[in-house]
């Protein structure tokens, strides 16, 4: 039973940010409205970019109380403009329920920035509503703290906040709870995504999954890009292996 609930949530988990209408909230003055419209006009065509780049990702899972973890598993992924990505497993170690995790997660990854799914967990009006919340800094750099609600409770959608560059108005950071829990197993997962600039590509760098589950308590997963390779170097290599999984 713990196997297939522990599964379950950890495809929710990852998957939700790799890429909400504004609506001002009640009192809130005119030029904050107008900040907020402008800032989510930019935010949508700063996500319209497309690029192909490969990965190499160390995913790590923790069990209840556990300091060390119980899983580890290395992966290659590649994604190609405009929507088609694949992966290969290089390597594990501990447990099988979290390699099977992992490979869940990316296969959920496949689906989720394929050509038809990628609109429905962008960071657009077409699901969420926005809220201004203020100004703040990031890591060093200045950002817009926007408030995120979704539009539809889908395990994909995130209920918190989005840490948005403030000169390039790319996302830094996403952090809260999924809209939609896939089980009664779960209570609440809370995930929080890390983004930055990779020699010239925006991209996700690193991930926490964090669910409470019912009985056997919270498991975390969590994941960290470990190499890059660029577009430039992506298209002049030939494959010399077949993908887990490719969409």
């Not at 990505?85 to 390597?91: G, L, W």
């Not at 890390?194 to 019912?214: C, K, N, Y």
Request: with cysteine; proline share 4%.
């Amino acid at each position: 039973m713990k196997v297939r609930v522990t599964k379950r949530w950890m495809t929710t988990g990852a998957s939700v940010a790799l890429f909400c209408c504004v609506v001002a909230a009640q009192g809130t003055a005119p030029s904050r409205t107008l900040q907020l419209n402008s800032i989510i006009e930019v935010l949508e065509k700063t996500q319209a970019a497309q690029f192909s780049y490969q990965v190499i990702r160390e995913y790590r899972l923790f069990g209840p109380n556990n300091s060390k973890a119980n899983s580890d598993v290395v992966a290659e992924v590649n994604f190609k403009s405009p929507a088609s990505t694949n992966y290969r497993i290089q390597r594990a170690s501990g447990s099988n329920r979290g390699q099977q995790i992992v490979r869940d997660v990316l296969d959920h990854e496949v689906e989720a920035t394929s050509s038809g799914n990628r609109a429905r967990i962008a960071l657009s009006r077409n699901n969420y509503d926005f809220t201004y919340i203020g100004e703040t800094v990031l890591d060093g750099q200045p950002c817009y703290l926007l408030g995120l609600k979704p539009k539809r409770k889908e395990n994909e959608l995130i209920l918190g906040e989005a840490w948005i560059d403030k000169h390039s108005f790319f996302v830094r950071q996403i952090e809260g709870e999924v809209a939609k829990t896939p089980s009664w197993w779960l209570t609440r997962v809370r995930v929080k995504l890390v983004f930055a600039e990779l020699e010239g590509t925006w991209l996700q760098t690193s991930m926490e999954a964090v669910a409470d589950v019912r009985i056997v308590g919270p498991h975390t997963l969590t994941s960290r890009i470990l190499d890059y390779r660029g577009e430039g170097e992506v298209a002049s290599t030939t494959p010399v292996h077949s993908p887990d999984r490719k969409q």
